[in-house]
Structures are given as C-alpha cells and as structure tokens.
C-alpha cells in the first residue's frame, strides 16, 4: 500500500509519478479513499503511474466529468486501466455511441424508475426479514450476512435466476471482482470467472429457448429474444451483456451499503440523526454516496490531445476515479466529510456522460430501504472488529463486524 503523499517525480507531461496499483492487496478499511485523496492533494488535475506500462489518473471533478462526457476522446472500450487489449466485452459497458445507445435503450425498461418503484414493498419485506434474522445474535458480519445478499436475491429475481444458487454466484463474483494482484497474477482466476458465468448464462438461455414462458418478465427469458434493429442479437453478444449485469448486481450495492453502515458504525451522532428522522434517509443515501463512491472507471485515448493541461496521446490510458471527484476539495466543502446538513448533494457516483450508471434508481431505492430496516430494527450498534477492503475497478469491504444489545 502507497503513502497518502507519494514521492512525485516529473513526466513528460509534468505531472508526478505516484506509486500506484490497481489491485493491491487487502487493507484496513478507508486507506484506499485515503491513498486517493492523497494523490489529490499532489496534484491536479491528474498524476501519473507507471503501472502496466504507465496510465494517468485524473483526481479532480471537472476533469473527471469532462472525460466521461466525450466518448469521441475517451473510448469506453476499455475500462480497466491497466488492460489496454482486453481479451474481453463487457456490453454495454465496453461500448460507444451509437452502438452503446441502442443497448441502453434496450435494456432500460428492466430498471426504469416506474418498475423499480413496483419492487418496493417486496424489497423491505426481504430486507426487514434479514435484519430480524440477525437481530438476536447481537453480531454479524455485514458484508457477508446481509450486504451481499439483500441485493443479490433482488438482482436474481430481475434476472429469473434460482436464488438457492446464490452462494456459488458469489464465489464466481469474488473471482471476478475481488482478487489482488498477489492472488491472481496473470489474471487466470478472474477469467475462470467469467468463462464459468457465460457457461452457466449459456445453459440457462438454452433450457429458456427450449421451455419458453410466454409471461415471463425476466431478462434472461427476454434475452433469448433481443433485436436490434430489427437483427436478432448474437448469442456472444447476449452472454457478454448478462456478463456485465452479474456483475453489476451482486457487487455494487452490497459495496456501497457496507461503506455507509461503516459510517454510521463509527460516527453515532449521524447514526442517531437517522433513527430519530428517517425522512433524512434519502438525503443521507446521497450524501454518502458523494463521500464514499465505489467505482473507479478507466478510458483509453483516440486520439492525441492536450486535455486540461495533460499531453494525451492516441492509445492513451486513463483512470477516471469517482472517490476523487466525490471528495475533490475544490468542489465541495470539506467535501472528504459526511455532512448530513449539506445543501449540495449532486454528485458523480453513479457516473457521467453515455454510461451513467441505469441502475442508479434501483441502486438509490435499494440503499434508502437498508438504512431505514436496519436502522428500525438495530438502532444501536458499532464495530465489532476491524474491517477490511478491496480495490480494484470497484472498491468494497471483504468484512464489516458489527455488534450491538440483543
């Protein structure tokens, strides 16, 4: 793990050397927030690191949102930094316009707000039946006994996949997702990972085709049936889709949620504010959003530019870290501290430009229904250990002991 204030050293662009990698190993909760704002606090509006070759890092919110707001320079076709020729694409993710556009007019009604609002009631019934599971054993690990697995079992509904296969979904998530440059060094497990999600999506489309259910609203029941353009989409195409979808479900909201019971374990004057008014709820969800955001997305240049002051060539690679635009000092004030009375609460966290995160209404309803369940329930309660977390493409704790009165 780097020092919150690296050693700089000028580039050819002059802006200075951090050491930085992208999958280090675990580490004690928040120092991954820390090491970015750090890397802020060297220098706007970007740093450099020599990893895989060397990529930028953007650390301020205009530059930020600046890149993911032009697709023509920044193309999305990659998106891990350190990976300029993936062997892999994650659609729509991986994706431009216009091609990026109609995948997103295709998917959108799956997660409309008009939809998403219709899975509320069922949603704090599963939520409020997993908290009271839990409240008499006076501890738990968040992450592991509620995080991920209130919105994985909302995700698989969407998707119409068996909730008792849960536990070994999540074991190809952690491949996925979750292993650091000591575990899986040449890549290999993550890419098992995957192969072992597109053979199950691939076996799964093959018995919907052959058992249809004409009143299925699922998407892997409508995906056997997708166009665009009046074209049938190939089934590559469909597996690399449901791919990124998995992915996307069971991580990030159990991510995010962890971040914000982090919180609130360890600052009881915001907790308290919650439990006494749980009309704060919504106001409080963005708020920590805006300090704590999750994913750290990367570009690849089209073309050489100078982009806010950087010496970009075509080819290019760069990271467009979220928690540097969520915490960038000259945005908000004291904006690396959660302020439940904060007046501005737009932010960055569910992306920019084209690929604006489509589940950020889900994610947002998800979050608000955590809060107010748990919070309804175990009003009281603070860390029972000490929490650990992950980096990557997307941040997230591997554990989050919490204790309290039963």
């Known amino acids: 793990m780097t020092e919150t204030t690296a050693e700089s050293a000028p580039t050819a662009g002059g802006c200075p050397i951090v050491d930085h990698v992208l999958r280090p190993p675990a580490v004690p909760a928040l120092m991954h927030f820390a090491r970015m704002d750090g890397y802020q606090d060297t220098a706007t509006p970007a740093v450099r690191t020599e990893e895989a070759g060397g990529y930028w890092i953007f650390t301020d919110q205009e530059t930020i949102l600046d890149g993911l707001q032009q697709p023509d320079l920044w193309s999305s076709s990659v998106i891990v930094p350190t990976e300029s ?3 892999y694409r994650w659609i729509p993710a ?14 959108g009604g799956y997660l409309s707000p ?9 949603q704090h019934r599963l ?10 054993k006076g501890e738990c690990d968040f992450v592991t006994e509620f995080a991920r697995i209130f919105p994985s079992t909302i995700f698989l509904g969407i998707m119409g996949m068996p909730p008792e296969k849960l536990p070994e979904f999540l074991e190809w998530e952690d491949m996925i997702l979750h292993q650091d440059d000591t575990q899986d060094p040449d890549g290999a497990i993550r890419m098992a990972g995957m192969k072992a999600v597109q053979q199950y999506f691939a076996e799964l489309i093959a018995e919907r085709r052959a058992n249809p259910e004409p009143d299925a609203t699922d998407i892997v029941s409508a995906a056997v049936q997708w166009s665009i353009d009046g074209v049938p989409v190939t089934d590559a195409d469909v597996l690399n889709c449901l791919l ?4 996307a479900g069971l991580d990030t909201v159990a991510s995010q949620s962890s971040y914000a019971m982090l919180h609130l374990a360890t600052h009881p004057a915001d907790r308290k504010r919650v439990v006494d ?11 920590l959003l805006r300090t704590y955001p999750i994913v750290q997305t990367a570009r690849k240049a089209t073309r050489d530019a100078d982009f806010h002051g950087c010496p970009v060539k075509e080819g290019d690679m760069a990271a ?3 928690a540097a635009a969520g915490r960038d000092v000259a945005a908000y004030p004291n904006a690396r501290t959660v302020d439940l009375d904060r007046t501005t609460t737009r932010h960055l966290s569910f992306g920019a430009g084209p690929h604006r995160c489509l589940g950020s209404h889900l994610a947002r309803q998800e979050l608000a229904i955590v809060l107010e369940e748990w919070h309804r329930l175990i009003p009281g309660y603070e860390l029972g250990g000490s929490p650990v977390e992950h980096a990557g493409g997307v941040w997230g704790l591997d554990s989050l002991p919490l204790r309290w009165h039963a």
Do not use: C, Y
């Open 85 to 87: 020729n993936p062997a």
């Open 94 to 107: 991986m994706l431009d316009p216009p091609q990026h556009t109609k995948w997103r007019r295709l998917l």
């Open 114 to 122: 008009g939809r998403t609002k219709a899975m509320r009631s069922g």
């Open 127 to 136: 939520a409020r039946r997993l908290v009271e599971d839990l409240r008499a």
């Open 244 to 247: 990124l979808l998995f992915m």
């Open 277 to 287: 008014d749980p009309a704060l709820i919504p106001h409080a969800v963005e708020e």
């Open 320 to 322: 467009f870290p979220l």
